[in-house]
């Protein structure tokens, strides 16, 4: 990282404040702005994929009391489809 007020890397003899800098933070903003919209779009993708899985007729089969593999349904004594299908595996 360069201090702002020693000589400019492109050789002008000007400080780099006045002459560089602001070029610079513009290209460091850009290159954030742009990574943060890598990442939406990575975050959408990742979120519409679940939504689909969520929707895929294997994961929602329904069971014999209602519920779903895609809800938690609480039981009569307390426990979760999870809690039954874990004990039985």
């Given amino acids: 990282m360069q201090s702002r007020n020693s000589p400019c890397h492109c050789g002008s003899g000007r400080k780099y404040k006045l002459c560089c800098l602001p070029a610079d933070e513009r290209l460091l903003i850009a290159a954030q702005v742009s990574e943060e919209a890598e990442l939406d779009r990575w975050l959408q993708a990742?979120?519409?994929?679940?939504?689909?899985?969520?929707?895929?007729?294997?994961?929602?089969?329904?069971?014999?009391?209602?519920?779903?593999?895609?809800?938690?349904h609480e039981l009569p004594d307390g426990s979760t489809l999870v809690d039954v299908v874990a004990k039985k595996a």
């Fill in 46 to 72: 990742d979120f519409a994929l679940g939504q689909k899985l969520l929707q895929d007729y294997e994961w929602n089969r329904q069971f014999p009391n209602g519920a779903t593999l895609g809800e938690i």
